[in-house]
């Protein structure tokens, strides 16, 4: 979809890279930085909810993070699991919507069944915010699987525009980042959002997500109000 008015800002993405390195400078498991990871983002959720943010759409899992340690990823599910649990009654009192994307059925029977309740449950005929998160998900994925979605809608190829081909990716429902925020010193995209971000601002982090506290969050909106959006135009 296109992108919002460059006075506002709709639409946030978030890559929360970090929460293993937090855990190694401090001796931890490395589930402890992803817990504490939880605990960050539940802070920006509420704040977001309240403000004129209209989505919220974090980087969770990728599709790259399956090649991670079989004990890694077992932890990891356990805490999808835990948190949904966990967080949808606050969700539901604060009118967040919770959207999964990505290709969900490569999770577990009992996951799929509880990312679908959460969908279900979170449902608001007016949302504060839409939540989005994104799990088994990498944008190279999202573009091929808009392209085996065009063979199984019959889509005319020489027909095809750019808003044909955004309403098959799996975030056709949301408009385009404003923002992306990358925290953990990393300077790249990792796959996430390639299609969604053609003209979003960048704004990356020295923090590791743990310590991405939500006074860090607003400077980032903050100085993204200063910039000047030209989408091309001189």
Do not use: C
Not at 15 to 35: C, P, V
Not at 171 to 183: E, M, V
Request: overall charge positive; aromatic content about 10%.
């Amino acid at each position: 979809m296109k992108s919002n008015s460059s006075n506002k800002i709709g639409h946030v993405a978030i890559i929360m890279d970090g929460n293993s390195r937090w855990a190694r400078q401090r001796n931890l498991k490395t589930i402890e930085g992803h817990k504490q990871g939880v605990n960050r983002l539940r802070d920006i959720v509420k704040y977001s909810a309240k403000s004129e943010i209209t989505h919220l759409s974090v980087f969770a899992f990728s599709t790259e993070n399956w090649k991670r340690s079989a004990s890694d990823v077992s932890d990891l599910m356990k805490l999808f699991l835990q948190s949904i649990i966990k967080e949808v009654p606050e969700l539901i009192e604060n009118k967040v919507q919770l959207n999964f994307i990505g290709d969900i059925p490569r999770f577990s029977k009992s996951l799929i069944s509880q990312i679908n309740s959460a969908m279900k449950d979170t449902q608001a005929k007016k949302p504060n915010l839409n939540l989005n998160v994104a799990i088994s998900y990498g944008g190279r994925w999202d573009i091929l699987n808009a392209i085996k979605r065009m063979k199984d809608h019959k889509i005319n190829i020489d027909k095809l525009n750019e808003d044909d081909f955004s309403n098959l990716l799996s975030t056709s429902n949301f408009p385009d980042p404003d923002l992306l925020i990358r925290t953990g010193d990393e300077i790249r995209i990792s796959n996430f959002f390639l299609w969604q971000i053609s003209y979003s601002e960048l704004y990356f982090s020295k923090l590791l997500w743990p310590d991405f506290k939500l006074s860090n969050f607003k400077s980032a909106l903050n100085k993204f109000s200063k910039r000047d959006r030209r989408f091309g135009k001189e």
